[in-house]
């Protein structure tokens, strides 16, 4: 039997790349598969240093990225992934995946460079164009922006019909500019109430409804997404948002614990997950945190070049911090 799955690994490896089978990486696959991110990173990285220019050396990078990325090692997942796109700069995957990895430690203005950049070197392919108009909607700007991607969205739209996220990131830019009607709420809705919406379909539609007070409808797509990806800082700080919005959903407690988690999940990197956290402890009353906090977020937000959108909301919440007299 043995014998037998050897002859159709080497097979496999002869039809796919014009090689025998990479050890440490067939190795490496199988720990992947398991989940033990830890010895998989070190049996491809093993792999990388004996067989640099092997032509599946790409598909071993694009994997030990996750593998950095799964253990909180972002740096080290983005100098994979840049290393794939400098070498195959046509690579949309690894242009996705880095633009997802930037709006996960809250870079969101580096994603959009990222996806800016896949466009002009590889085409206004679909997911790119998808993409493109998420990032931007997620960084909420700038103007022009804003005002490239609703150009892209009309030129898009006289070709293929536009993706689900796309849809829904044209719905977010929208709003945005004032312009969201009742009609494309519905169509949001609608989009993301499909069994196989995506992770950011739902988040913009969960974001939506609770800048509009709607929190039972909100946190029914917050709690859909975080059964995909239970770790997501950014589906954590808003299901944080949504227990600090007034009424009989109010929990400031475990919006704290909340956005604690979102806060761990990308290492302390995103300015807005510790602007939530902050606003949690403002609601618990302990000043002295909130204002820590608060302070830190700032620093990280001017760290990438004050790209943070929410950025004088944040100095306005420092200034009362400061001026608040702390009892004793």
Same mark, same amino acid.
């Given at each position: 039997m043995q014998v037998v799955s050897t002859i159709r690994l080497i097979n496999k490896w002869w039809r796919t790349w014009g090689t025998l089978p990479v050890?440490?990486?067939v190795r490496a696959a199988a720990? /992947?598969?398991?989940?033990?991110?830890?010895?998989?990173?070190?049996?491809?990285?093993?792999?990388?240093?004996?067989?640099?220019?092997?032509?599946?050396?790409?598909?071993a990078r694009m994997d030990l990225s996750y593998c950095f990325f799964r253990l909180q090692r972002f740096e080290e997942a983005e100098i994979q992934l840049r290393q794939v796109i400098v070498k195959l700069p046509h690579s949309r995957e690894a242009h996705i995946r880095l633009a997802k990895l930037y709006l996960w430690t809250g870079r969101t203005l580096d994603a959009v460079w990222t996806?800016?950049?896949?466009?002009?070197?590889?085409?206004?392919?679909?997911?790119?164009?998808?993409?493109?108009? /998420?990032?931007?909607?997620?960084?909420?700007?700038?103007?022009?922006?804003?005002?490239?991607?609703?150009?892209?969205?009309?030129?898009?739209?006289?070709?293929t019909e536009l993706s689900p996220l796309a849809q829904a990131a044209k719905a977010r830019l929208l709003s945005t500019r004032g312009r969201q009607g009742?009609?494309?709420?519905?169509?949001?809705?609608?989009?993301?109430?499909?069994?196989?919406?995506?992770?950011?379909?739902?988040?913009?539609?969960?974001?939506?409804?609770?800048?509009?007070?709607?929190?039972?409808?909100?946190?029914?797509?917050?709690?859909?997404?975080?059964?995909?990806?239970?770790?997501?800082?950014?589906?954590?700080?808003?299901?944080?948002?949504? /227990?600090?919005?007034?009424?009989?959903?109010?929990?400031?407690s475990y919006a704290n614990q909340l956005a604690i988690q979102a806060c761990q999940s990308n290492k302390w990197l995103s300015p807005?997950?510790?602007?939530?956290?902050?606003?949690?402890?403002?609601?618990?009353?302990?000043?002295?945190?909130?204002?820590?906090?608060?302070?830190?977020?700032?620093?990280?937000g001017s760290r990438l070049l004050g790209s943070y959108p929410e950025a004088a909301v944040l100095d306005r919440l420092i200034e009362h911090l400061s001026s608040e007299p702390v009892a004793s």
């Open positions: 050890r440490h990486w720990l /992947y598969k398991q989940g033990d991110f830890e010895r998989a990173s070190k049996c491809y990285e093993k792999g990388l240093k004996r067989f640099s220019a092997h032509p599946a050396s790409f598909c996806m800016k950049r896949a466009l002009k070197g590889c085409g206004n392919h679909n997911d790119l164009v998808s993409w493109f108009l /998420y990032t931007v909607s997620e960084n909420g700007g700038p103007a022009y922006l804003i005002r490239e991607a609703l150009k892209l969205i009309s030129e898009s739209e006289t070709g009742s009609k494309t709420q519905e169509g949001l809705e609608r989009i993301a109430s499909q069994e196989d919406a995506e992770v950011e379909v739902l988040l913009i539609a969960a974001e939506t409804l609770l800048r509009q007070h709607e929190v039972a409808s909100a946190r029914r797509y917050l709690r859909r997404a975080l059964a995909i990806s239970a770790d997501h800082p950014r589906i954590l700080s808003l299901l944080a948002e949504s /227990y600090l919005q007034a009424g009989p959903f109010y929990n400031s807005r997950e510790m602007h939530v956290l902050a606003e949690t402890y403002f609601h618990l009353d302990d000043r002295i945190s909130a204002l820590i906090i608060a302070q830190k977020a700032k620093a990280e």
